[in-house]
């Protein structure tokens, strides 16, 4: 008899990354899963994209890419970020009330939601009053065994003490970088050094991991009785776009098909390490 799939969702921005080298599907919650979907789930984006041409090649693209989606077509364009790169590192400029600023409720991302066994959120998509409405809703539906995983991906302005404490409150895994950790730190109240500061949030928070990756150096998996480092290996980097991404749901499909947190890690470097040798977040597997 066949294994059942892990069902992984991500909620939130779905958009087209405008690369030097040409435009690219992107978002972080739909990158999550679109690499969730390589390491072996089954993967579905819930957002929302305009009612435009751009809005069909991303369906076009998710179905390409064999993955699952419950969209809401809007009255809005669909999403871009001009992404400008030095030294393969990007910076982003997003374009504001654009679609996935309007997702909406639907009865069948309800319904998905209530059978997940992991789901991906961030800070971004929660800009807008609608969509942070929409993400709380759905995430109210999701067992409380699944997994809730959330990828800070601080941007611009777009986040809060507020907003933070909120989606903490609401997962039971977190991810963060080196310097989303320093601003935290600086909102929190946080202790300075890296592994306190990470341990604090794992107890306040009742978290079963903190997850802190820190570029080219190391990344770090902090858990109540359990802590895993490793380095970041070394590769010739194309660029980063959707590295940590591409981290988070190849740890999250590990974990779900029962491996150890460390060999979750393990795969989660390779599978980033991978992705920053490759242009644009859903480089194709080999």
């Given at each position: ?21 040409g ?13 969730a ?29 064999k ?30 009330n654009v679609?996935?600023?309007?997702i ?8 998905l ?12 998509a929660?800009r807008?009053?609608?969509s ?9 539906y ?15 302005n ?26 935290l ?12 500061a990470?341990?604090?949030l ?7 991991c903190?997850?802190?990756?820190a ?10 009785d ?28 590990s ?32």
């Amino acid at each position: 008899m066949t294994a059942k799939l892990p069902l992984i969702i991500g909620i939130g921005e779905l958009l087209w990354d405008m690369l030097p080298a040409g435009k690219r599907a992107g978002g972080a919650p739909a990158n999550f899963v679109y690499h969730a979907a390589r390491a072996g789930a089954q993967g579905y984006v819930v957002s929302a994209v305009g009612q435009d041409a751009l809005g069909d090649e991303l369906l076009q693209e998710l179905e390409k890419n064999k993955i699952g989606h419950c969209l809401s077509r809007v009255p809005y364009p669909t999403g871009t970020v001009k992404v400008t790169l030095k030294n393969g590192i990007p910076d982003y400029e997003i374009v504001e009330n654009v679609a996935w600023d309007h997702i909406r409720v639907s009865k069948e991302a309800a319904a998905l939601m209530k059978k997940a066994d992991a789901v991906c959120f961030g800070t971004l998509a929660s800009r807008s009053p609608e969509s942070r409405r929409t993400i709380e809703t759905l995430l109210s539906y999701t067992p409380e065994k699944a997994l809730r995983f959330f990828d800070i991906n601080l941007r611009g302005n777009y986040y809060s003490y507020g907003l933070i404490d909120t989606l903490l409150k609401k997962s039971n895994i977190f991810k963060i970088n080196d310097e989303e950790l320093t601003v935290l730190q600086n909102l929190f109240h946080l202790p300075a050094q890296e592994e306190q500061a990470c341990m604090e949030l794992l107890q306040r928070y009742g978290l079963r991991c903190v997850i802190l990756t820190a570029g080219e150096r190391h990344s770090c998996i902090y858990a109540t009785d359990e802590k895993s480092f490793l380095p970041t290996p070394k590769v010739q980097v194309a660029d980063t776009v959707g590295a940590g991404d591409s981290f988070s749901g190849a740890f999250t499909t590990s974990i779900l098909t029962g491996k150890s947190l460390k060999e979750a890690h393990a795969a989660a470097v390779r599978t980033a390490a991978f992705v920053s040798s490759r242009s644009g977040a859903w480089p194709i597997y080999e």
